[in-house]
């Protein structure tokens, strides 16, 4: 059963920059999805962007889109969240989770922790 774990979290100033981690352990198949989420103090959990384990197919919700790069390196049974020019509305918990496929027949099943994300004016 894949199991997932995000790092790389803390606290970084407005216009700055940070390098989120999922990493997962177990075996990941190439029909996989791993999306990105957020929970800010207040507000709904929400969606970020998603990968295929395979392929270059890569989702952004506009809030990130030019902002925030999604990739993987599947050696390493990793992806990577890049975040660039963060401002306080960023602030939040992130998470990474799991899905079978891309199909929305399938659920995020799998989540990880979360790595808390702070963003100072």
């Known amino acids: 059963q894949v199991q997932l774990g995000e790092s790389g979290g803390g606290l970084v100033q407005a216009g700055g920059s940070l390098r989120l981690s999922c990493a997962a352990s177990g075996r990941v198949f190439s029909g996989y999805v791993i999306g990105w989420f957020r929970q800010a103090p207040g507000k709904d959990r929400e969606f970020v962007g998603s990968?295929?384990?395979?392929?270059?197919?890569?989702y952004y919700v506009d809030a990130v889109k030019g902002r925030f790069t999604i990739s993987r390196d599947n050696a390493k049974n990793t992806v990577y969240l890049q975040m660039n020019n963060l401002n306080p509305e960023d602030t939040a918990i992130y998470y990474c989770?799991?899905?079978?496929?891309?199909?929305?027949?399938?659920?995020?099943?799998?989540w990880g922790q979360g790595t808390q994300v702070t963003v100072s004016s």
């Open positions: 990968i295929r384990w395979s392929g270059d197919s890569v």
């Open positions: 989770a799991g899905k079978l496929g891309a199909s929305t027949l399938f659920k995020y099943d799998t």
